[in-house]
């Protein structure tokens, strides 16, 4: 089945270290993004790539950074995770479809991070 | 700036009754409004959506409804069923920038036998 899938479901880190959380796609969608959902509020956007283009959110902190090596996969990095960013990191990818209809989301199930 | 609001944490209904689960918007230039149902330990999928254009879109048990003088929506399920526990997320974007999607916090929905 074509999927979205992320690696691993659950991180644990420690204050300062750097972790990496990791998506990979079978849908073959242009677009990837990423999520920062906390207890009870809404997923908040951090950023997309639209193909190779890079698109950052403003209040996105520099802490948090992603590459895109190919279409497949997406990385999520947090150079120095603070206690304030545990929270689930949920991806999801998208074809665009125009202006005429939404593009429909499709997210994986996310990784919970744990700032110890 | 939480451009879309879900007031309501949580709703119970018995099963077979009718689910209404709220949205209000605050951005009158959204163009598209979903709906995203979760289950647990899944990422949320998506449920069924409306233009700005239309009042009304009904897909099976599931319908919604736009009122934009309001800046309101609601999802109606009729009738309820057990499988349908779950959370549902409202979300609203752009035409011009469909990557630009904003969420609600979610309603977390319990249908009880």
């Known amino acids: 089945d074509a999927m979205v899938i992320q690696n691993p479901r659950y991180q644990v880190t420690q204050f300062g270290k750097p972790v990496t959380l990791s998506c990979s796609q079978t849908?073959?969608?242009?677009?990837m993004y990423w999520y920062q959902q906390k207890s009870s509020q809404a997923p908040k956007l951090l950023f997309h790539?639209?193909?190779?283009?890079?698109?950052n959110e403003a209040d996105t902190p520099d802490n948090f950074q992603s590459r895109r090596p190919n279409t497949s996969f997406c990385f999520l990095d947090i150079r120095s995770p603070g206690l304030g960013d545990a929270a689930m990191y949920l991806c999801a990818t998208s074809r665009p479809r125009g202006a005429l209809s939404p593009d429909t989301q499709y997210f994986g199930p996310g990784t919970r991070l744990t700032v110890l | 700036d939480q451009q879309v609001k879900q007031n309501s944490p949580s709703l119970s209904v018995q099963e077979g009754r009718i689910s209404i689960l709220n949205c209000d918007y605050t951005n009158s230039m959204f163009d598209y409004f979903l709906w995203y149902k979760k289950y647990p330990a899944e990422g949320p999928t998506f449920l069924i959506s409306?233009?700005?254009?239309?009042d009304k879109n009904e897909d099976g048990r599931f319908t919604v409804f736009l009122n934009k003088s309001a800046k309101h929506l609601s999802l109606h399920i009729v009738p309820s069923q057990p499988g349908d526990s779950a959370v549902y997320f409202c979300?609203?974007?752009?035409?011009?920038?469909?990557?630009?999607?904003?969420f609600g916090a979610g309603t977390r929905l319990t249908v009880k036998p």
């Open positions: 790539y639209y193909d190779k283009d890079f698109n």
């Open positions: 979300a609203a974007s752009f035409r011009d920038n469909n990557n630009d999607m904003r």
């Open positions: 409306i233009s700005s254009i239309k």
């Open positions: 849908l073959n969608h242009n677009v």
